[in-house]
């Protein structure tokens, strides 16, 4: 139980096109997914908070107009880098907490990472 | 606040021979931990939690950790190294801030297992 699955698994685009991620809980429902990235042999950052049924919150730093956030139902959030950039090239993650577990303490289940090249 | 460090960012061990891979926090309340493992171009997958319940935590794989509040540490361990321990450890410290619960991520350790 409580995998969570992210597609594409890799993705190579142009300059200045726009990507979507999909993060989906496959087997329990999640009211909170989370995105992080994660730069070559470096730690996760988070990048935002995603509710659903709600605006995202975005961490310090994070350009929300750049990196549009949508949480339209219980098992799926979706990340759009707008006018993807060579800079944008990273590891992108997502996790997403069981609503129907304890969640004093904030278990988060993964999703396998989503590979973004931008040419 | 709360901020997770991980003493080292590459850890040598031949199979068959004991693992410690070190983490200490700092939180103004009482930390949930969690010790995550990554492999190459993968996902994170929980080894194991601690959620005030028992000090001594085991995990999937052989692992356990101890929490201990008097040095806020919580070490990884292992007593035996196999070749598919090979990857990179995340210790992780959950803290409420404001209304939410965040992650923080330590910069995480290699582990390399020598044949």
């Known amino acids: 139980g409580a995998v969570v699955s992210q597609h594409p698994s890799r993705v190579i685009c142009k300059s200045g096109t726009s990507v979507k991620i999909e993060c989906r809980s496959l087997?329990?429902?999640?009211?909170?997914m989370f995105w992080y990235r994660q730069f070559p042999k470096q730690s996760l950052m988070l990048m935002a908070t995603?509710?659903?049924?709600?605006?995202?919150?975005?961490e310090q730093g994070v350009e929300k107009d750049k990196f549009l956030i949508n949480h339209a139902s219980l098992t799926l959030s979706t990340l759009t880098v707008t006018s993807a950039h060579p800079e944008d090239s990273s590891f992108y993650i997502c996790s997403a907490r069981d609503s129907g577990r304890d969640l004093s303490y904030n278990e988060q289940f993964f999703g396998p990472g989503t590979r973004l090249t931008v040419l | 606040a709360q901020s997770v460090t991980q003493l080292d960012s590459h850890v040598s061990v031949s199979e068959g021979t004991p693992v410690l891979l070190r983490c200490n926090y700092s939180?103004?309340?009482?930390?949930?931990l969690f010790w995550y493992v990554q492999h190459p171009n993968k996902g994170l997958q929980l080894l194991l939690k601690y959620t005030s319940a028992a000090t001594l935590v085991k995990g999937i794989n052989g692992f356990e950790a101890e929490f201990k509040k008097s040095e806020t540490s919580f070490h990884l361990t292992k007593p035996s190294a196999h070749m598919s321990d090979a990857a990179e450890y995340f210790c992780v410290v959950s803290v409420r801030s404001g209304s939410a619960r965040q992650l923080t991520f330590g910069s995480g350790t290699q582990l390399t297992v020598l044949p």
């Open positions: 995603s509710n659903e049924g709600s605006k995202a919150t975005y």
């Open positions: 939180s103004s309340y009482s930390p949930s």
């Open positions: 087997d329990f429902q999640a009211t909170t």
